[in-house]
């Protein structure tokens, strides 16, 4: 691990002592700086702000759990992965989840989402019959939906598995609870699971 490297996993590790025992909004880079032992000028250095920790700390710690979702037949599992960590994480992203703005971690989530689903959409040939703005839009409303669902989860305490959550947002955003409930307007027989 470079200096750099080294100094941004220092500084993220005490902002996470930190947010175990006092709420995001309270704590101010000064005491983050003090904490690791740094100047303020060494924290600004590798951050802009302590918004900036959260969301390093977010993409340096799922890269490695979820990778590059490049697949419409893993991200779903990949979600999944995503809820869980988020889970075993839940007082940091807790205290982050509500705050609103930008530099946010709402808005570092959002962002994430937006990447992952024009990643989906592209592979998935969307180009062929898409326009650039049309996955741009599609791809904010999904980020918009599995942000928000990720938002309530927090607020509700991240309890239970999320595995049951998820399986139902694959069928959802797949399309098949909507085929379900067509079949069923026209006469059909299939039940929505």
Known sequence: MSTAGFAKYMVAKGTKELLQTRDFEEISVGEI???CHISRNTFY???KDKYDVINWIFYSE???IIGESQS???WAGDLLALCRYLQDNRTLYRNVLHIQGQNSFSECLMDFYVQLTQNLL???GGEQFLTPGQIRTISRFYAFSLT???SNWAKNGMEGDPEPV???L???LSGEIFDKLIALQQGGNAKPQ
């Open 33 to 35: 700086a003090r904490h």
């Open 72 to 74: 419409m037949d893993s």
């Open 166 to 168: 998820v399986h139902m």
């Open 170 to 172: 694959k069928d959802l």
């Open 45 to 47: 250095y590798h951050f």
């Open 122 to 124: 592209r592979n998935a």
């Open 62 to 64: 799922i890269t490695p």
């Open 148 to 150: 928000g669902v990720n």
